[in-house]
């Protein structure tokens, strides 16, 4: 696979941190961004619709793009349809789930937060994800709807306070709760992680799985030249309506990534 691009895909700008990442490891690789702006919010939709809607979405992709790696840089649509995924297409995939397991090994007072979309937190993948890796801890688990929302259409226009205004019903929660490590089970909070900081404190590990994640992709391509053929400009594509185009060409230039439209 060494020329095909590593595609990273999410429902709109949340996977952006994680590809970032994939990026500083793999400078040479080619990678595309996929936000499927037209099926966000993934997090508020059953489990077979959006199933059906991934596999769509990556159909689409194999056809235009000819990957050599996906990365499912969303926890609602890795939680939901990782595994149909690797059922359904002869390429390698990479998830991204909650890091449960990191947090349980850490914790010191067993006292886990969980903050993630409603499907992740509802769906009985995330159970057992909790009873195999943190079963003698007590995990508290929050939607954090509004943030999903906040972070992909306002965050590149708020102000500081606003954020922190934004973050603070769910750090109440996880302050009530006493936790000691803060999960981040949706890849769109990764950009709130310093506003979680300021509202938590610094007794409060805040821990996310970029670092796994990346980990996986080299370990998946190790016996590939790490340096591709030809390094093209790393381009960032959208599905859905145009009239929302102006927010994604800010965050792609803010990823340094060239403005490919339309998928
Ligand atoms: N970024 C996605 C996640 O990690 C979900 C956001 C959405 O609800 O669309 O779960």
Same mark, same amino acid.
């Given at each position: 696979?060494?020329?095909?691009?590593? =595609?990273?895909?999410?429902?709109?700008?949340?996977?952006?941190?994680?590809?970032?990442?994939?990026?500083?490891?793999?400078?040479?690789?080619?990678?595309?961004?996929?936000?499927?702006?037209?099926?966000?919010?993934?997090?508020? @939709?059953?489990? +077979?619709?959006?199933?059906?809607?991934?596999?769509?979405?990556?159909?689409?992709?194999?056809?235009?793009?000819?990957?050599?790696?996906?990365?499912?840089?969303?926890? %609602?649509?890795?939680?939901?349809?990782?595994?149909? !995924?690797?059922?359904?297409?002869?390429?390698?995939?990479?998830?991204?789930?909650?890091?449960?397991?990191?947090?349980?090994?850490?914790?010191?007072?067993?006292?886990?937060?969980? !903050?993630?979309?409603?499907?992740? =937190?509802?769906?009985?993948?995330?159970?057992? !994800?909790?009873?195999?890796?943190?079963?003698?801890?007590?995990?508290?688990?929050?939607?954090?709807?509004?943030?999903?929302?906040?972070?992909? @259409?306002?965050?590149? %226009?708020?102000?500081?306070?606003?954020? +922190?205004?934004?973050?603070?019903?769910?750090?109440?929660?996880? +302050?009530?709760?006493?936790?000691?490590?803060?999960? +981040?089970?949706?890849?769109?909070?990764?950009?709130?992680?310093?506003?979680?900081?300021?509202?938590?404190?610094?007794?409060?590990?805040?821990?996310?799985?970029?670092?796994? =994640?990346?980990?996986?992709?080299?370990?998946?391509?190790?016996?590939?030249?790490?340096?591709?053929? %030809?390094?093209? @400009?790393?381009?960032?594509?959208?599905?859905?309506?145009?009239?929302?185009?102006?927010?994604?060409?800010?965050?792609?230039?803010?990823?340094? !990534?060239?403005?490919?439209?339309?998928?």
């Amino acid at each position: 696979m060494s020329d095909n691009p590593i =595609v990273f895909i999410d429902s709109g700008v949340g996977g952006l941190p994680y590809l970032k990442m994939a990026k500083q490891s793999l400078p040479e690789k080619n990678f595309v961004y996929v936000a499927d702006n037209k099926n966000f919010p993934y997090g508020e @939709k059953h489990s +077979l619709e959006l199933k059906k809607i991934i596999i769509k979405l990556i159909q689409n992709i194999v056809e235009k793009i000819d990957p050599g790696l996906i990365v499912i840089a969303c926890n %609602t649509a890795s939680v939901v349809a990782l595994s149909t !995924l690797r059922d359904k297409f002869g390429i390698p995939f990479v998830g991204v789930v909650p890091a449960i397991k990191p947090a349980g090994e850490y914790s010191g007072n067993g006292n886990i937060g969980l !903050l993630a979309t409603r499907k992740t =937190v509802e769906d009985p993948y995330t159970d057992k !994800l909790i009873k195999n890796f943190a079963s003698g801890c007590n995990v508290k688990k929050y939607a954090g709807i509004d943030l999903v929302e906040f972070v992909e @259409k306002k965050y590149l %226009t708020s102000s500081e306070e606003e954020i +922190l205004k934004v973050v603070s019903d769910a750090s109440g929660f996880f +302050l009530d709760n006493r936790i000691d490590s803060l999960v +981040l089970g949706c890849t769109h909070f990764v950009y709130l992680v310093d506003y979680f900081k300021q509202t938590l404190g610094s007794s409060v590990d805040i821990i996310d799985s970029r670092e796994g =994640v990346v980990n996986q992709i080299i370990r998946l391509i190790k016996n590939d030249k790490l340096l591709s053929a %030809t390094k093209n @400009k790393d381009v960032f594509y959208m599905t859905g309506s145009q009239a929302e185009k102006s927010n994604y060409i800010k965050f792609a230039e803010e990823f340094n !990534l060239l403005w490919g439209g339309n998928l």
